[in-house]
Protein backbone atom coordinates (compact mmCIF):
# COMPACT_ATOMS: atom_id res chain seq x y z
CA UNK A 1 0.00 0.00 0.00
CA UNK A 2 1.39 3.33 -1.06
CA UNK A 3 1.63 6.28 1.55
CA UNK A 4 -0.44 9.51 1.50
CA UNK A 5 0.99 12.35 0.58
CA UNK A 6 0.74 15.76 1.24
CA UNK A 7 -1.23 16.42 -2.01
CA UNK A 8 -3.69 13.19 -1.66
CA UNK A 9 -4.09 14.01 2.58
CA UNK A 10 -6.44 17.43 1.65
CA UNK A 11 -9.92 17.38 1.47
CA UNK A 12 -10.89 19.10 -1.96
CA UNK A 13 -15.07 20.36 -2.64
CA UNK A 14 -16.09 17.99 -5.48
CA UNK A 15 -16.15 19.93 -8.48
CA UNK A 16 -19.43 21.59 -8.89
CA UNK A 17 -20.57 20.17 -5.61
CA UNK A 18 -22.37 23.43 -4.65
CA UNK A 19 -23.97 24.15 -8.18
CA UNK A 20 -25.42 20.46 -7.34
CA UNK A 21 -27.46 21.16 -4.14
CA UNK A 22 -28.19 24.83 -4.94
CA UNK A 23 -30.53 23.15 -8.18
CA UNK A 24 -31.73 20.22 -6.23
CA UNK A 25 -34.98 20.32 -5.17
CA UNK A 26 -36.96 18.32 -2.71
CA UNK A 27 -37.99 15.71 -6.04
CA UNK A 28 -34.36 16.05 -6.80
CA UNK A 29 -33.17 14.85 -3.51
CA UNK A 30 -35.83 11.93 -3.26
CA UNK A 31 -34.65 10.12 -6.21
CA UNK A 32 -31.65 11.10 -5.32
CA UNK A 33 -32.07 9.63 -1.87
CA UNK A 34 -33.95 6.39 -3.54
CA UNK A 35 -31.02 5.73 -6.08
CA UNK A 36 -28.31 5.73 -2.88
CA UNK A 37 -31.37 3.49 -0.95
CA UNK A 38 -31.21 0.95 -3.77
CA UNK A 39 -27.21 0.73 -3.58
CA UNK A 40 -26.85 -0.38 -0.01
CA UNK A 41 -26.85 -3.72 0.30
CA UNK A 42 -29.91 -5.55 2.16
CA UNK A 43 -27.76 -6.28 5.44
CA UNK A 44 -26.75 -2.90 5.74
CA UNK A 45 -30.41 -1.72 5.23
CA UNK A 46 -31.73 -3.66 7.95
CA UNK A 47 -29.03 -1.58 10.03
CA UNK A 48 -30.30 1.48 9.31
CA UNK A 49 -33.68 0.56 10.10
CA UNK A 50 -32.17 -0.85 13.37
CA UNK A 51 -30.71 2.39 14.33
CA UNK A 52 -33.18 4.61 12.96
CA UNK A 53 -35.90 2.79 15.40
CA UNK A 54 -33.55 3.19 18.30
CA UNK A 55 -32.16 6.55 17.75
CA UNK A 56 -34.78 8.36 15.76
CA UNK A 57 -37.29 9.21 18.85
CA UNK A 58 -33.83 10.55 20.38
CA UNK A 59 -32.92 12.42 17.54
CA UNK A 60 -36.64 14.01 16.69
CA UNK A 61 -37.05 15.55 20.25
CA UNK A 62 -33.79 16.87 20.15
CA UNK A 63 -34.70 18.85 16.91
CA UNK A 64 -37.75 19.78 18.45
CA UNK A 65 -35.95 21.61 21.48
CA UNK A 66 -33.32 23.06 18.96
CA UNK A 67 -35.97 24.92 17.03
CA UNK A 68 -38.39 25.93 19.77
CA UNK A 69 -34.93 27.54 21.62
CA UNK A 70 -34.20 29.03 18.34
CA UNK A 71 -37.36 30.64 18.32
CA UNK A 72 -37.32 32.20 21.34
Known amino acids: MATATARTRKNHPVAGAKKLTRKA???GVALMAWDVW???P???R???FAQARQHGPRVAKQVIAA???KRR
Open 46 to 48: RWL
Open 38 to 40: RRI
Open 25 to 27: GPI
Open 42 to 44: PRQ
Open 67 to 69: RSK
